[in-house]
């Protein structure tokens, strides 16, 4: 597509249940970034992807937050047991190349999750 | 780790003022983003830059590099204008795979 498109746009749920966002990056596009932002703050790196593979994984907050990448393109990353902390918008990112190499990012609109 | 300051964190104009939005951050950076994010809207990469100035319209940026700072500048500021400002730069210096660490961000408001 021409963007980066991220699904759902909206998510509400009840604490305790398991959630999965998705990301479309744009085409071509070998990078890709989950960030999550709460409310007043700025973006806060959760995990890239160089390819099929997560390069850096450092920003998951803890073992209830994974991502995947199966085929180098579309991500989903899965937050399991949901806690009302965990609400936040998660924007996904994509660059043709990594941002350490200075690779312009492009985001999409961002999944609003609320935790009930 | 990279830590960035971002400042004001809030300001407010008249149209046609001159603004200006800060930027430091701690840790040598290969690149250093400003992006755009209109309320309740997604984040659009405004300039990347490693070294000098960019400019793009009446937007101008400029780093230095030694000093580990960078500037925002609008010119003739429009109500279009208002939006909050984040300055981003890789989270580990040496570039490679990592991710960004981005500053709080400026909401700038421009009255008519």
């Known amino acids: 597509g021409a963007g980066v498109s991220q699904t759902p746009s909206n998510k509400v749920t009840e604490k305790g249940k398991y959630v999965e966002l998705r990301c479309d990056p744009i085409s071509g596009h070998t990078a890709l970034y989950w960030y999550r932002q709460s409310l007043g703050q700025g973006p806060e790196f959760l995990i890239y992807?160089?390819?099929?593979?997560?390069?850096?994984d450092s920003g998951l907050p803890n073992d209830r937050f994974f991502a995947v990448r199966p085929e180098g393109s579309v991500s989903t990353l899965k937050i399991q047991r949901t806690e009302r902390g965990d609400s936040a918008v998660y924007l996904c990112?994509?660059?043709?190349?990594?941002?350490?190499?200075?690779?312009?990012?492009?985001f999409g609109e961002g999944s609003r999750l609320t935790v009930l | 780790k990279n830590e960035v300051e971002q400042s004001p964190q809030n300001l407010t104009a008249q149209e046609g003022e001159f603004i200006t939005i800060n930027c430091s951050y701690s840790?040598?950076?290969?690149?250093l983003h400003w992006l755009q994010q209109h309320p309740g809207g997604g984040i659009v990469s405004l300039f990347m830059l490693s070294s000098g100035k960019k400019k793009h319209g009446r937007l101008i940026a400029t780093i230095n590099i030694q000093e580990k700072h960078s500037s925002l500048h609008i010119t003739a500021s429009h109500p279009r204008d208002s939006a909050v400002y984040i300055c981003a730069v890789p989270l580990y210096s040496g570039g490679g795979a990592d991710g960004l660490t981005f500053g709080k961000g400026t909401h700038l408001i421009i009255q008519p």
């Open positions: 840790v040598g950076i290969s690149a």
């Open positions: 992807f160089q390819g099929t593979g997560a390069a850096d």
């Open positions: 990112a994509s660059s043709l190349i990594s941002v350490g190499g200075t690779g312009e990012l492009f």
